[in-house]
């Protein structure tokens, strides 16, 4: 198993760029997560997922959207780069039923914004 | 909502010094407990974990007793080695074991 793959793994946007952040997973977890590190600081709930077709927000998801149309697959979508959106992206999943409460983390997604 | 506290670091130490890094939650009744481990450039991965009280979890010379008393969970390790040197994170689960909430993380630096 590949485990988390977040793709890319560094970017470098210009103020109003959009882009998207991929991530998948091969475990079959229902549950995924996005989560920004800023330099220093803990992490951040950005959005989160149960299952297919299901998003929901967490505690920082203002510019930034998701889509969840398989299991797999978690999407980060910012549509207007801002300068505030320079962190370090971690995607995550973890497996609901009889699961552990263990969260597998991707590698990052360092993002900066010029 | 719940909340999960550590103390902030750096915490710089010599190799082979004794490591404790403190941790304490807020939620209610039998959360999960977990430390997790960033190594410079890396995303986090699962140190160890406690389900209940009094448990211990332990790995790679790590351990934390689960204290459901003064609700806490503090990391400790006898002897640090440099390959230590990390950003050490405190979290906790849900009742449901499908969200956890993070400590603010405490960067451990080991000096030879």
């Known amino acids: 198993n590949a485990g988390v793959t977040q793709t890319p793994k560094f970017r470098i946007l210009k103020i109003g760029q959009s882009m998207t952040l991929q991530c998948t997973q091969d475990?079959?977890?229902?549950?995924m997560y996005w989560y920004r590190q800023d330099p220093g600081m803990g992490l951040k709930l950005i959005y989160y997922?149960?299952?297919?077709?299901?998003?929901d927000k967490g505690e920082v998801p203002n510019g930034y959207n998701v889509s969840r149309s398989t299991t797999e697959d978690f999407p980060l979508r910012l549509e207007l780069a801002a300068p505030s959106q320079t962190s370090v992206y971690f995607c995550?999943?973890?497996?609901?039923?009889?699961?552990?409460?263990?969260?597998?983390f991707g590698e990052g997604s360092r993002l900066t914004v010029l | 909502g719940n909340s999960v506290t550590q103390m902030e670091g750096p915490v710089t130490l010599s190799e082979e010094a004794f490591l404790t890094i403190n941790c304490t939650y807020t939620?209610?009744?039998?959360?999960?407990l977990f430390w997790y481990v960033q190594y410079p450039g890396e995303g986090l991965q699962l140190l160890l974990k406690?389900?209940?009280?009094?448990d211990k979890g332990s790995n790679k010379g790590f351990e934390a007793t689960y204290r459901k008393e003064t609700t806490s969970f503090h990391l400790e390790k006898g002897s640090v080695q440099v390959s230590d040197s990390a950003v050490y994170f405190c979290?906790?689960?849900?009742?449901?074991?499908?969200?956890?909430?993070f400590g603010g993380g405490t960067r451990l630096m080991v000096k030879p």
């Open positions: 995550a999943s973890l497996r609901s039923q009889g699961g552990t409460g263990e969260l597998f």
């Open positions: 475990m079959n977890h229902n549950y």
């Open positions: 997922s149960v299952g297919a077709g299901i998003t």
């Open positions: 939620a209610t009744g039998y959360p999960s």
């Open positions: 406690a389900t209940k009280a009094d």
């Open positions: 979290a906790e689960a849900n009742n449901a074991g499908n969200m956890l909430t």
